[in-house]
């Protein structure tokens, strides 16, 4: 994710962290829901470790991984090649993205998908999948940042339930046809001359630079903006194709290689344990708990009963009794007398939405405390039902475990358009959890992401609600003010230099740590009335 494109695609706020040497299997894993559609998973092998999936069926959910091959087309002969898969029938699938061996290399180019809708069979236009996701990730020099672990990757996309796909992967610095974009077969391509749209149907305009390569997008020499500030425009440069410039731009010398090992995911989340309306479990449905699917619940057991799908909200009396029982050791006699904490949410357990929990690493890892609370978007499109939230997590912690080699999902919660909060990264919600959302600061911070991608498009009321909401809890749990400031010690990225000591907004939007558009620039406009309502929840 390059960075600072506000008006642009935004930076997917997928956050990375290191897992062990060979992720676990995935097929058939989890508890099975009987009637659901067999969906197999091949064997595979991508990246710097081997993955394998069992050929049997799994609904727990299947990830189909296609190796990449080139495109045919002339074009110069020191041209890279562009890569892609032609139109075809595969298994089904709801979530897409595109990974490569090296985590380190970033991909120079544009990736695009259209998918074909399994209830109707009628494809859809051409879709931007977000390229620049390298840069959340744990925070340097740390274990889980340790290369040889991961793989590079895209952000993921939503795409609904889908049966066929084709794909084009452009290197930086091509153009497959001048002018021209190629037309969809269904007529619902984009005109040429113009980008087809992106997940959430925003597109770089004709005549300006796509994002650079060192993940700002800002003017040379310039820094983006970060704190309240609206970020800085892109450097434009003459239109390309048909139209003509006053003084040309010099062309490149040669496109930019693509990453190698290059491959498809195409990501089925599977049924949940239970129905996705978070009701009674299905008769037959469970099997025996695993170790893992214990520990997750029981890291939650002083807020709710074991394999509880859901923590129930309190009001807040009754929160500030749970405040003195979590915490009331670690309090000072004015915060026993007058305790400053938003009434806790209710928030959707891991069980809840039907995370798989032999996926991620068994471990898990905590930070002293949580100061700040880091704003994201997942960047995986808009096109997602309330009714759907759990599959899109699923498709997300899938993606990053499965495909990406992360131990766990990055966020720590995630919220969706209804204003549904969800625990993300296991561990337990009223602790601090150490999450993988915003490198460089993810030590002593909470990272909450809302589904979605919010460059252009606003986000709900609901949702902004219940990001005030959370806040004021959790971060009135660890006596942190909404409103204040506080001091983080930067770990390293590509806006301060590690052991900086950083002040920074106790809410902050993902950019103001680390330089890209991740929340999305209208997200990230709410951040300041979302302060002042995360404050009166907490009564200041």
């Not at 045919?72 to 595109?98: H, I």
């Not at 731009?249 to 344990?273: K, Q």
């Not at 106790?506 to 103001?512: A, C, E, L, M, N």
Request: aromatic share 6%; glycine share 12%; hydrophobic share 35%.
């Amino acid at each position: 994710m390059r960075g600072f494109l506000a008006s642009s695609i935004g930076v997917t706020c997928a956050a990375a962290l290191a897992l062990p040497l060979t992720p676990p299997a995935v097929a058939a894993t989890g508890r099975p829901v009987p009637g659901a559609e067999a969906a197999t998973s091949a064997a595979l092998t991508a990246g710097p470790s081997a993955r394998r999936e069992s050929a049997g069926p799994s609904a727990a959910g299947s990830t189909q991984s296609l190796p990449l091959t080139p495109l045919t087309r002339e074009r110069a002969a020191d041209d890279p090649a562009e890569q892609g898969l032609s139109r075809r029938t595969v298994r089904p699938f709801s979530l897409v993205g595109v990974v490569w061996d090296d985590p380190a290399a970033e991909l120079h180019g544009r990736v695009q998908v259209r998918t074909r809708e399994a209830a109707t069979g009628v494809w859809s236009g051409w879709q931007d999948v977000e390229t620049h996701n390298a840069d959340h990730a744990a925070d340097p020099d740390t274990a889980e940042g340790a290369p040889g672990r991961l793989r590079g990757s895209t952000a993921p996309l939503w795409v609904g339930a889908s049966n066929g796909v084709e794909l084009r992967v452009t290197p930086e610095g091509t153009d497959p046809e001048p002018g021209k974009t190629p037309a969809t077969g269904d007529g619902t391509g984009t005109k040429p001359g113009k980008p087809p749209a992106t997940g959430d149907g925003t597109g770089t305009k004709p005549g300006k630079t796509p994002a650079t390569g060192d993940g700002t997008g800002t003017k040379p020499g310039k820094t983006p903006a970060t704190g309240d500030s609206a970020s800085t425009k892109p450097e434009k440069t003459p239109a390309t194709g048909d139209s003509t410039a006053a003084t040309p731009a010099p062309a490149p010398a040669s496109a930019t290689p693509l990453p190698t090992g290059l491959r498809l995911e195409l990501v089925d989340p599977g049924e949940a344990t239970q129905d996705e309306t978070l009701g009674a479990a299905r008769p037959g449905a469970l099997q025996p708990e695993t170790a893992e699917a214990v520990a997750a619940s029981t890291a939650n057991a002083e807020l709710a009963a074991a394999g509880a799908t859901e923590i129930p909200a309190l009001g807040r009396a009754e929160t500030e009794r749970e405040l003195l029982t979590l915490r009331g050791s670690e309090l000072t006699a004015a915060q026993k007398a007058k305790p400053y904490i938003g009434p806790r949410p209710g928030i959707v357990t891991r069980r809840g939405w039907g995370a798989n929990e032999r996926w991620r690493e068994s471990r898990f890892v905590y930070t002293s405390k949580v100061k700040a609370a880091f704003v994201h978007h997942t960047a995986t499109g808009n096109k997602y039902t309330c009714a759907q939230a759990p599959s899109v997590i699923r498709g997300i912690y899938r993606y990053h475990v499965v495909s990406m080699g992360w131990r766990d999902i990055g966020y720590n919660f995630l919220v969706d358009k209804c204003g549904r909060i969800y625990e993300g990264r296991a561990g337990g919600v009223a602790k601090a959890v150490l999450g993988a959302h915003t490198r460089g600061f993810n030590t002593n911070s909470m990272g909450i992401a809302v589904l979605g991608t919010y460059g252009s498009k606003k986000p709900s009321k609901a949702a902004v609600k219940a990001v005030a909401r959370l806040t004021a809890w959790k971060l009135g749990l660890f006596g942190a003010n909404p409103r204040g400031k506080t001091y983080l010690t930067s770990g390293g990225g590509n806006l301060y230099r590690k052991g900086k000591n950083v002040r920074l907004n106790v809410i902050s939007g993902h950019r103001d740590g680390f330089s890209t558009a991740c929340p999305g620039l209208q997200l990230y406009r709410k951040l300041g009335s979302t302060r002042s309502t995360s404050a009166r929840y907490q009564g200041r």
